[in-house]
């Protein structure tokens, strides 16, 4: 059974940075796309970052285009999301998710989640 552990998170004022990582115990990375999604207190669950394993596409959620970047290291099973120009309002618990598409080890994994803080 792949597990996603996901690493980064913590408190931070407001115009710092972070950079969560979520790293695979197997290669699921190919035929995937790979996403962060984070959680606030009393909404949804929404998604910031996305990546296509195939040609390298990424996608992101408004509130954070031109702060935040997705990026992965295959050859380490990890996802990266670096957080430049944080905000209070990106307060929340962030969840690494995988999609793989095809494979033995196809399925759709996430990650425990980590807290992320942004004091004004």
């Known amino acids: 059974q792949v597990q996603l552990v996901e690493s980064g998170g913590g408190l931070v004022q407001a115009g710092g940075s972070l950079r969560l990582s979520c790293r695979a115990s197997?290669?699921?990375?190919?035929?995937?796309?790979m996403g962060w999604y984070r959680q606030a207190p009393g909404k949804q669950r929404e998604l910031v970052a996305g990546l296509s394993s195939g040609g390298g596409s990424t996608n992101y959620a408004d509130s954070v285009k031109g702060r935040f970047t997705i990026s992965s290291d295959n050859a380490k099973n990890t996802v990266y999301l670096q957080m430049n120009s944080l905000k209070p309002e990106d307060t929340a618990v962030y969840y690494c998710?995988?999609?793989?598409?095809?494979?033995?080890?196809?399925?759709?994994?996430w990650g425990q989640g980590t807290q992320v803080t942004v004091s004004s």
């Open positions: 998710n995988v999609k793989k598409l095809f494979g033995a080890e196809a399925g759709d994994y």
């Open positions: 197997g290669n699921i990375f190919s035929f995937a796309i």
